[in-house]
């Protein structure tokens, strides 16, 4: 990599007086062996050279080819010069591309180096003028640090030290600043033309701190920081919109959530200005991420995404501390170069914010190309010594690698060195970043790469330190020092109780920022609480889809697609009706819908389908509504939030209807679930494929047995699992209602299973029961009945219910009634408040459940069998009044026909009826052998492994 061109130098396009050019054109001198050299080394040789290069904290650079003829490569540059200054950065561009075009028909191919040196990408040339006010900013600042730092150091001090995060945000704080004072929208007069920002989570308290001095925040909110059930109300530690509703709009803390979640957001805009719902063409989209973050799968995983659509209203900020929790986030090596790759690799801007400004002038003065060089050759680990570390330090070990360096300093005292700042820590640096990101309109996301000192003002106490992160508390010199340090006008009395300071209303800091975020259209972070809501259709009107699949040989998954068509083509919200697959449309019978309602491409489609001609063909479109997300169900995810979440962000109730294998929802992105919940999502979640054994053949990786008992730790989730058409309908048109007409911020999630089987009528008046979780469905008379049973079966499992109670009533003279068990979640829900209300309210009438209700004088024993865990049915045992007994799907899944599944996991009709025997046994009404030969007469084997072990 040649040392030039890199832009900060004053002289770039001709040699600068005094330089050389032998030292202008020769790639710079490398001190480390070439590879045949190396070769020849013995090992230990190696070894031993490895650990000296460790020990001074450098970076094995490539090997560069040697350069055999400076006059020519003098030559060639010149050349480069030239066209530069004569015809500018586009023709230097162009050539440069013949030339490695030329190359290659040749077959020469050159090392991909998608890095540029270790300095700032915007040259000081192209930076804009700063339209702000550089010491109010500074002060504005400074007393936004200190709160933020008082918050966390008093929630600490007192008794039950509740945590809380320091030296994030003192490290991001001209990040934030800059943002706030010159880029972020706000919400505007509509209140929904805001940009969506996605904060770093454990930024936090900076944000708080900087509300508070725009009077939205209270000094008591402000002492509360973490205490949330004090009086008063208190802050949430991290975004959390479920805890604080009018504020926070995105959670973010969990590592990774926020970036992949802003990538689908960026492009969930475009797709509703695309589709010409809403006009987003002014709204940007942030994220704030950590540099020890992107290790996270989640954080880079969907960046090929964003530049694919052309995402350019998306910009990552990435604030590169060099650290995470425990250590270096890359000790070895440099994140920022590495990030730079990445992302320029994936097709996105990078703009790399390394250095403040009092490197500009070393960088003007050094013709050598040294400076630079050494900038590269110095890895993340020593930059983090440096830091804290005394200014003769960083001259003798930086600079004084080489004697010109340690020359180009030698008018810098100690003081001077030790001050200089990085790139994310000087505001011009960061205002032309920013204001670079926000303005290209070149089809590419941007990301902006800060280098920035961790824990940065907190002296002593933790900048740049291994500790940094954990900084909670301060002693009474650190605080001083602080105090000192950012100019806070509190005594030396006081500070020691580290007071909250706030300027009066009438000081031009807060009159300043109240007119900066004026400007900017209000104050950010800020979430509407009052949404809009609309009409729904009602169960009425799809009355005849219901008669449509009545007797009809169908799947639930069938059914759900039905009525996914049907709201589709809804007059009243069929608009906004967005369907969201990961590469499973053909796996449910989606197929028909591409060409009907399309799939949502930015570019359109820029091909013929091989599969044009037939009626189901794969139709991209620009205005299509389908997100056909490919493989990739965190993505899906994040879209359903993002549209789960238009209702807040942009005042549009979207109907996101996300479908996929069950298998590979709660339990595998679980944590974006949770964030949905989070933030107030609203929609439908269908787990296809669905049932441990409903689902065969597909094997143990495939058969979903347990998000049913995941969803239950979901408090806004509403869980069903239905057996027939018409429940699947009747749930659907109720969470329209609820979300969407009513308000309520939930996520219903269905079971949607692939087993064909025949479909009964509706029977009169159990709409109420499949809302609430259970209704009888059929009761199996005998004449002079032996006993009498209950049998509760869920999804496809019904059928092995209704068929067992046809064996019971055969073989062994016993009645029984069969109850659909659409959720016994929400059974369990309800029946579980009441008795929590019950417990506190000793002396009023104690409140009955539905559940209670429906099973008032009703004699057991009680049998349930679901295609799910035992636990599952397992939640209803307080409330059964009778002997109750759980069959489930415990255990490892297989591959195998249904009817084998269901016997291994022992809920096929024939095990119904075992456990029902083997229940009556017990009051005497069946003897034990009676049961003994029923297992055999059954063709069971008694001996048969538990499935749970298998
Ligand atoms: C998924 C997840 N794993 C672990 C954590 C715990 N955690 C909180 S902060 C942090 C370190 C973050 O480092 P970085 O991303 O570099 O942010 P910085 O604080 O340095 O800005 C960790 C591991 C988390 N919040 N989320
Ligand atoms: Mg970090």
Avoid at 358 to 386: C, F, I, P, S
Avoid at 577 to 600: A, C, L, N
Wanted: net charge negative; with cysteine.
């Amino acid at each position: 990599m040649l040392i030039r061109g890199d832009g900060v130098h004053a002289s770039r396009y001709s040699p600068a007086p005094g330089r050389t050019k032998s030292a202008r054109f020769t790639r710079p001198v490398r001190d480390s062996n070439t590879r045949e050299e190396k070769r020849n080394m013995s090992e230990s040789e190696t070894v031993a050279k490895a650990e000296v290069a460790q020990n001074v904290g450098e970076l094995e650079q490539p090997v560069a080819a040697v350069d055999i003829d400076t006059a020519e490569t003098e030559e060639w540059l010149a050349s480069l010069d030239y066209v530069l200054k004569s015809k500018g950065a586009d023709r230097v561009r162009f050539l440069i591309e013949q030339l490695r075009d030329r190359a290659a028909e040749e077959g020469i191919q050159s090392a991909q180096d998608t890095n540029t040196p270790y300095v700032n990408t915007i040259p000081v040339k192209d930076q804009p003028a700063f339209p702000g006010n550089r010491e109010l900013e500074r002060r504005i600042k400074s007393i936004v640090r200190w709160n933020a730092m008082a918050m966390v150091v008093r929630a600490n001090r007192r008794p039950g030290g509740v945590g809380g995060h320091i030296s994030t945000f003192a490290s991001s704080a001209t990040l934030y600043e800059i943002a706030f004072n010159h880029f972020f929208k706000g919400r505007g007069e509509d209140g929904y033309s805001g940009d969506t920002i996605y904060f770093q989570g454990h930024a936090s308290p900076g944000m708080y701190s900087r509300a508070f001095l725009e009077g939205r925040l209270s000094e008591e909110n402000l002492d509360n920081f973490r205490r949330e059930l004090a009086p008063g109300g208190g802050l949430s530690s991290y975004p959390h919109p479920w805890l604080m509703p009018g504020f926070w709009e995105y959670p973010t803390v969990s590592m990774g959530l926020g970036p992949i979640m802003a990538i689908y957001q960026a492009r969930f805009n475009e797709y509703l200005n695309d589709r010409g719902i809403k006009d987003t063409k002014g709204q940007k989209v942030w994220a704030f991420l950590g540099d020890g973050e992107c290790d996270e799968p989640e954080t880079l995983g969907a960046i090929g995404l964003a530049s694919r659509e052309k995402l350019d209203n998306l910009i990552f900020v990435i604030n590169c501390n060099l650290q995470r929790l425990d250590g270096p986030v890359r000790g070895n090596g440099k994140i920022i170069q590495e990030l730079e790759s990445i992302f320029r690799g994936a097709g996105w801007n990078v703009i790399k914010v390394v250095w403040g400004d009092e490197w500009d002038q070393l960088l003007a003065k050094d013709t050598t190309g040294l400076l630079v060089k050494r900038m590269n050759e110095v890895v993340d680990g020593q930059y983090q010594k440096y830091t804290g570390m005394p200014g003769s330090y960083i001259r003798e070990h930086f600079f004084g690698k080489y004697p010109e360096l340690l020359k180009l300093v030698e008018n810098y005292s100690d003081e001077k060195l030790e001050k200089i700042r990085r790139g994310g820590h000087d505001p011009e640096k960061v205002y032309a970043a920013y204001k670079q990101a926000t303005e290209s309109a070149n089809g590419r996301p941007t990301v902006v790469l800060a280098k920035t000192v961790k824990g940065y003002g907190l002296g002593e106490a933790g900048e740049g330190r291994m500790i940094a992160h954990n900084q909670k508390k301060m002693n009474e010199e650190e605080l001083l020092e602080f105090r000192t340090r950012f100019g806070i006008p509190i005594s030396d009395e006081e500070v020691v109780k580290a007071p909250f300071y706030k300027p009066s209303a009438n000081s031009q800091e807060i009159k300043y920022m109240q007119e900066r975020r004026a400007a900017l259209g209000g104050p950010v972070p800020s979430r509407p609480t009052q949404h809009p809501t609309m009409e729904v259709p009602t169960l009425e009107d799809y009355r005849k889809l219901i008669t449509r699949l009545e007797n009809k040989s169908c799947s639930t998954t069938f059914a759900v697609v039905q009525t996914l068509v049907a709201l589709c083509r809804d007059k009243k919200i069929g608009k906004y009706m967005v369907p969201i697959v990961p590469d499973e449309s053909r796996t449910f019978g989606m197929e028909g819908m591409f060409k009907q309602f399309g799939i949502y491409a930015h570019a359109g489609q820029l091909y013929e389908p091989v599969d044009s001609a037939i009626l189901q063909s794969y139709k991209e479109a620009q205005d299509g509504q389908i997100l056909e997300e490919g493989i990739t169900e965190a993505g899906s995810m994040s879209s359903f939030n993002a549209a789960g979440t238009a209702y807040s962000a942009h005042g549009i109730n979207m109907i996101p209807f996300f479908i996929y294998y069950s298998m590979f929802g709660f339990q595998r992105i679980g944590d974006l679930i949770w964030a949905a919940a989070d933030m107030r999502a609203k929609g439908f979640l269908v787990g296809g494929t669905a049932g441990r054994t409903t689902l065969n053949g597909e094997g143990l990786q495939h058969q979903d047995g347990h998000s049913l008992l995941n969803a239950i730790a979901f408090p806004t989730v509403r869980a069903y699992d239905p057996a027939f058409a018409y429940e699947v309908i009747v749930i659907i048109m109720e969470g329209l209602k609820r979300m969407y007409q009513d308000g309520e911020e939930c996520i219903y999630y269905l079971m949607s299973e692939n087993e064909e089987y025949e479909h009964p009528p509706m029977p009169a008046g159990c709409e109420d029961g499949i809302i609430k979780g259970m209704y009888k469905f059929r009761s199996q008379e005998v004449k002079d009945a032996k006993a009498r049973v209950q049998l509760f079966g869920s999804g496809a499992i019904l059928n092995s219910v209704l068929k067992a109670q046809e064996i019971l009533a055969e073989k062994y003279s016993i009645a029984s009634d069969a109850w659909s068990v659409t959720s016994y979640t929400q059974l369990r829900r309800e029946a579980g408040d009441c008795d929590r209300w019950n417990m506190l309210h000793p002396t009023e009438t104690p409140r009955k459940s539905y559940l209670e209700e429906q099973l008032d004088g009703v004699e057991g024993p009680f049998i349930s069998a679901s295609d799910y865990v035992r636990a599952l049915g397992e939640q209803l045992t307080p409330w059964i009044p009778g002997d109750y007994y759980v069959l489930g799907t415990d255990g490892m899944g297989r591959s195998e026909t249904r009817e084998s599944l269901r016997r291994h996991f022992e809920v096929d009709a024939e095990s119904i009826v075992i456990a029902t025997l083997s229940r009556l046994s017990k009051t005497g009404l069946f003897t034990a052998a009676e049961v003994a030969d029923a297992i055999k007469d059954l063709g069971f084997d008694a001996e048969k492994q538990n499935p749970y072990f298998a």
